[in-house]
């Protein structure tokens, strides 16, 4: 299954929210946001975010042909760290490397971003998504509650 990752330009926005909202709908344990509240926006942070190539953050997508079935948001968090937010892989697409090729993707755009370092928190019990992190090299930095805070630093 080959599959390709990108930076999401403008043309990509209603496949961004149509994943955006499907992570919310089938996964809402995972994320700071709830689906039916983000259904009713006339548009999503990123979809403004990905229409004005803003520099304020990137959305990177993960395509199988070209289906976008990955997520991995960019922001700036903080001087020279960039905070990974909206981290998602379409169910039958979990367990085949996407999450891998999304963060390393994610590194590589930490130069361009003037950044040295990535910074990403996860719920403890998304085991499957903190061993993809553990794998891609990002460390437990700080533990709260029942959120863990990840870095990675070039």
Known sequence: ???????LTAKD????RRVRLESLKLHPECFGSNYERELKMPKLYFEQVIENASPKGLMLGAFHESELV????????????VEIIQ?????EHRRTGVGLKLLSLA?????GLNARSLVLSVFEDN??????????????SQRENAQLYMTFNL
């Open 1 to 7: 299954m080959a599959i390709s990752c990108r930076v």
């Open 13 to 16: 926005s209603l496949d961004y």
């Open 70 to 81: 990955g997520l991995c948001g960019l922001i700036a968090s903080s001087p020279g760290a």
């Open 87 to 91: 981290m998602y892989v379409a169910t």
């Open 107 to 111: 590194k590589q755009c930490l130069n």
């Open 127 to 140: 085991t499957n998504a903190l061993k993809t992190y553990e794998k891609a090299g990002f460390s437990i």
